[in-house]
């Protein structure tokens, strides 16, 4: 029998969530992104379809919810086909996406699913701010697939904190409410500094060759930015 809790002395409960990245593809470059290095350096072969779908039906059954992240979930061919295998099982689902890449096959399927229990988009400000990071116009196409989930769906929005945005936060705030959102991810940008990556080299025995997925930024936050923050 599966514990319902740990205890000192007891077996650790069994996982009941399970994460799922079915690509690290991703349509847009945003300047904080930790996965940008690696996917200059170019993809390696990723799972087919089929082969996701092996890995789907292989889930225990006590997994109970799953979270598909990327990269960007909806440039992965065959997503709907991933989405339906989870939902014909009962498992509850959660999307995370950066919005801008929803088509029109993709809202049917979302439609369909009786146990998506919500979808995350990426906004990191409204307009101009948001676009500096992400791209050009994205902004614009993320807002309006917002709208449009909130129509259906539990919505959540997260912002990544920077030093190109922090100033904004207030303003983003009082418009993503506005939308009628009424969860909000404030995240901490992920990133290293060289010395700190030197020093995880060494603490661990890495040559220059061993590839670390992290973005490297020359100097951390000033002062004044976290305090602003």
């Not at 993809?43 to 890995?55: A, H, N, Q, Y």
Request: charged share 25%; proline share 5%; aromatic share 8%.
């Amino acid at each position: 029998t599966r514990p319902s809790s740990a205890s000192p002395g007891s077996p650790a409960p069994f996982p009941s969530s399970a994460t799922i990245e079915p690509t690290l593809a991703c349509n847009l470059h945003c300047t904080m992104c930790f996965q940008n290095d690696y996917r200059d350096k170019g993809l390696k072969k990723e799972l087919g379809t089929d082969g996701l779908l092996r890995v789907l039906e292989r889930l225990p059954s006590g997994i109970r919810s799953v979270y598909f992240v990327g990269g960007e979930v909806f440039l992965r061919k065959g997503f709907p086909k991933l989405l339906e295998a989870v939902d014909t099982r009962g498992i509850e689902t959660f999307i995370t996406t950066n919005g801008t890449r929803i088509g029109v096959e993709d809202w049917a399927a979302l439609n369909r699913m009786r146990h998506l229990t919500g979808i995350g988009f990426s906004l990191d400000g409204i307009g101009p701010v948001h676009d500096a990071i992400r791209g050009e116009g994205t902004c614009e196409t993320i807002v309006g697939h917002i709208r449009r989930a909130l129509a259906m769906q539990r919505v959540y929005v997260s912002f990544v904190m920077m030093e190109s945005n922090v100033h904004h936060m207030p303003e983003f705030v009082r418009a993503v409410t506005g939308l009628g959102v009424r969860e909000i991810g404030l995240v901490h940008e992920m990133y290293c500094a060289p010395h700190e990556i030197e020093a995880t080299r060494r603490q661990f025995g890495w040559t220059a060759q061993d590839e670390i997925m992290m973005t490297v930024k020359e100097k951390d936050w000033a002062p004044d930015s976290i305090q602003r923050l």
